[in-house]
């Protein structure tokens, strides 16, 4: 008996925990569903939702398999005796998957239960490196793995297999409860995320380089396959290969070289947290966690209300929680601005950005949060201007005054100057001010030699090695 445990690798094709999974023709598939884990650090229903879009479409085809999807509700520990009573002989399947430490704590005990008898086998994702890793190789590596050959599709069982947990069909009413209603979020499941790999590589993506840093420009240019990426329904190595076949004959080679950077960042920042997971809760460079030590209750919840009085800040909050998604550039100035001209501890506004992401990737988006706020020691702090990002991408304030119609009548200097009166809330925080005392706070501990030292270990342990690095 084999069973394959599912957590964020929800597509059937180059899939290998359920690949070996299937060899024996004669095993379960098993979905875990923890409420105490969506409702975790970073974690929420939207996610949610679209994870359950990705298990209902994967359902589809495992059907075609003699499978289904089972869900076990409840969490690894009480998984673990429940195969111990039911199948204690079976061979456990499971893509790796870095993720925050609720989950990592609870699956490195099942780990280690299991591959005490040698049940338990781990298969890589995506192009994370788990064993004999190496900073200075790692990007050789990585590109290794990305031109192995795609793994086929899954084996039929033999046979149906019935077990006392219900399928997802079954269990579906109960999860429903878990999702939010009235959101407008992207639809999961492969045939979506093939669809979208297709259009951006065949039509979306000319411009995409410039695009991308627009947030009106870029909901069309950008790939939009985040999410798709974070719940594994399409492998990062599905798109690698994709876009190097097409590459030859693309008239936009240099946008897709920019797309296929960022395909190598997105492991290149999850291993960040695979190789010191204390990230989720320290900052890269130690000396930097006694930089803001005071946090204000009231004034992160007017930030994560979009309600800080500057109005394309508080159009990209407002953005991003009708839609689940905003692009790279306003995911960084609103964190920046939460950091910098707010001065809260990260740890605290963190988890609350990443709830309103669909795409949620603790990796990726530790490491960001990490940067945007000036604590990985290894990147130049930058501090975004709201106004400047405002006038530089809705120049005429159409967009704003979309997002937030009370502005319709106001004069456009004044709205990206935050200089509203009555017309708006109050700006919380004088920009200039808080910019430069940020910047000043932020240098003084830089300039330390001891500063200096513990920056060069963090480059050795996490820095990247390639030459033309924008990285970090
Ligand atoms: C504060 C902050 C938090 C972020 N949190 C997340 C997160 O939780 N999940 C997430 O996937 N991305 C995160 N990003 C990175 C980036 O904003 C998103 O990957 C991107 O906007 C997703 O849209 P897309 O798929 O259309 O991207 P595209 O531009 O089409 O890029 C293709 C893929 O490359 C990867 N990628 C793109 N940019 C980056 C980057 N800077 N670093 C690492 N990988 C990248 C993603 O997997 C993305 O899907 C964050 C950025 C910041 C500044």
Do not use: C
């Given at each position: 008996m084999d069973i394959v445990l599912l957590h964020r690798n929800l597509r059937i094709k180059d899939n290998e925990a359920l690949y070996y999974g299937?060899?024996?023709?004669?095993?379960?598939?098993?979905?875990l569903f923890d409420k105490d884990y969506w409702n975790s650090n970073g974690k929420s229903s939207i996610q949610f939702q679209f994870a359950y879009d990705c298990l209902v479409s994967l359902d589809n085809e495992l059907k075609e398999l003699r499978s289904n999807i089972h869900i076990f509700e409840g969490n690894l520990y009480s998984l673990q005796e429940w195969i111990i009573r039911n199948y204690p002989k079976a061979n456990i399947h499971f893509n790796h998957s870095t993720d925050i430490d609720y989950f990592r704590s609870q699956l490195n005990s099942f780990k280690q239960?299991?591959?005490?008898?040698?049940?338990?086998?781990?298969?890589?994702?995506?192009?994370?490196?788990?064993?004999?890793?190496?900073?200075?190789?790692?990007?050789k590596h990585w590109h290794k793995i990305m031109d192995q050959p795609l793994k086929l599709n899954p084996k039929a069982n033999l046979h149906w297999l019935d077990a006392d947990i219900p399928t997802l069909n079954k269990f579906d009413p109960k999860i429903k409860d878990h999702?939010?209603?009235?959101?407008?979020?992207?639809k999961g499941g492969s045939l979506e995320a093939n669809r979208l790999l297709d259009s951006f590589l065949f039509e979306r993506c000319e411009g995409y380089s410039k695009k991308m840093s627009s947030p009106i420009d870029a909901e069309n240019s950008c790939s939009r396959l985040s999410p798709h990426?974070?719940?594994?329904?399409?492998?990062?190595?599905?798109?690698?290969?994709?876009?190097t076949d097409f590459f030859p004959v693309s008239n936009h080679k240099s946008d897709l070289n920019s797309f296929r950077k960022r395909l190598y960042w997105h492991c290149h920042f999850i291993q960040k947290l695979e190789t010191e997971p204390e990230l989720e809760f320290n900052s890269m460079h130690s000396m930097c966690d006694e930089l803001r030590p005071n946090f204000d209750s009231e004034i992160v919840e007017r930030w994560i209300q979009g309600k800080t009085g500057f109005p394309f800040l508080d159009a990209c909050i407002l953005y991003l929680k009708e839609y689940g998604w905003i692009n790279f550039?306003?995911?960084?100035?609103?964190?920046?601005?939460a950091s910098y001209n707010l001065w809260q501890p990260w740890q605290k506004t963190s988890p609350l950005l990443a709830k309103l992401f669909v795409d949620y990737e603790p990796g990726i988006h530790i490491s960001q949060v990490q940067m945007q706020s000036g604590v990985t020691g290894i990147n130049l702090p930058r501090i975004y201007s709201v106004s400047k990002q405002s006038m530089d991408h809705d120049i005429n304030a159409n967009w704003i005054k979309r997002v937030i119609p009370e502005l319709q009548s106001s004069d456009n200097e004044s709205i990206h100057y935050a200089n509203l009166g009555k017309q708006y809330i109050e700006p919380i925080t004088d920009l200039r001010k808080s910019s430069k005392?940020?910047?000043?706070?932020?240098?003084?501990i830089r300039s330390d030699i001891k500063f200096k030292n513990i920056a060069k270990k963090v480059y050795?342990?996490?820095?990247?090695?390639?030459?033309?690095?924008r990285t970090a």
């Open positions: 299937s060899q024996n023709q004669k095993y379960l598939v098993i979905y239960f299991f591959k005490a008898n040698d049940q338990f086998h781990t298969y890589s994702d995506h192009g994370i490196q788990l064993d004999n890793f190496d900073r200075d190789n790692w990007s999702i939010p209603l009235n959101m407008q979020i992207q990426i974070a719940f594994g329904s399409i492998s990062v190595r599905q798109i690698y290969q994709k876009l550039r306003m995911r960084a100035m609103i964190m920046s601005f005392a940020a910047r000043e706070k932020i240098w003084s050795l342990k996490h820095g990247s090695r390639m030459r033309r690095r």
